[in-house]
């Protein structure tokens, strides 16, 4: 079974500097899509950023990156010029390709960013 | 497109009272998936449905939970009776599988439950 692990229940950073939130996953498929919810206290799942297995080069958008280590079945995300607007809850998800299927959560990363 | 849509955002019941949750999905999408957020627990799927037929229900915790969908833009989840241990947010969200969304879901605002 396909699992996703997030060792960091919570992590700090000072407002303008760069932190890398943690995700590990575990599968045996060869296609599937990786992806990092933002939730803040409104609950609202947000997607923060996506990336295919196919695909070598790392998905950035804006401040947010990811490194993708498909060997090592690592997908951390890094987010540059941290602001107020960050601070949440953060899952990494795991889907499998071809058809449609469900999401697999880690636990989750509380962000908190200090001004 | 107004997004996901769910009923109500606030629950509070009493144990043994039936509850049901409300969903529509974006127009357009052919699945709809429904999560459970707990502290102990994380976000699990419960149930996910493909063109409104129900496709993995290996989530549903027991007998108590059911949940339908009677057609492409409506789906409900209906808990009976209720429990404190029920007691969570529920998430409905919705995908297709048209190329270019890349396998995405998009999620509601959720439901928060609460049991007493």
């Known amino acids: 079974a396909q699992t996703v692990t997030q060792s960091q229940p919570e992590m700090s950073v000072q407002e303008a500097e760069t932190v890398t939130l943690s995700c590990t996953y575990d599968t045996s498929e060869s296609d599937y899509y990786l992806f990092w919810y933002k939730q803040p206290p409104s609950r609202q799942m947000i997607l923060v950023i996506r990336q295919e297995a196919y695909k070598q080069q790392n998905a950035t958008e804006n401040r947010f990156s990811v490194n993708f280590q498909k060997a090592a079945k690592s997908f951390s995300l890094k987010i540059s010029d941290s602001q107020l607007g960050d601070a949440a809850m953060y899952f990494c998800?795991?889907?499998?390709?071809?058809?449609?299927?469900?999401?697999?959560f880690g636990k989750g990363t509380k962000l908190s960013v200090k001004p | 497109d107004a997004g996901v849509i769910q009923s109500p955002r606030h629950e509070v019941t009493e144990m043994g009272q039936e509850v049901t949750l409300r969903c529509k999905p974006i127009?357009?999408?052919?699945?709809l998936f429904w999560y459970r957020q707990t502290m102990m627990r994380g976000l699990e799927l419960l149930i996910y449905?493909?063109?409104?037929?129900?496709?993995?229900d290996s989530g549903m915790p027991e007998d108590r939970f059911s949940a339908k969908m009677p057609n492409a833009s409506f789906s409900t989840l209906k808990i009976q009776p209720s429990e404190p241990r029920d007691s969570a947010v529920y998430f409905c969200a919705s995908s297709s599988r048209r190329t270019g969304e890349l396998n995405e879901q998009f999620f509601g605002p959720g439901t928060r439950l609460t049991v007493l």
């Open positions: 998800a795991y889907t499998r390709g071809g058809s449609q299927g469900n999401l697999i």
């Open positions: 127009s357009g999408h052919d699945y």
């Open positions: 449905f493909n063109n409104n037929v129900p496709i993995d």
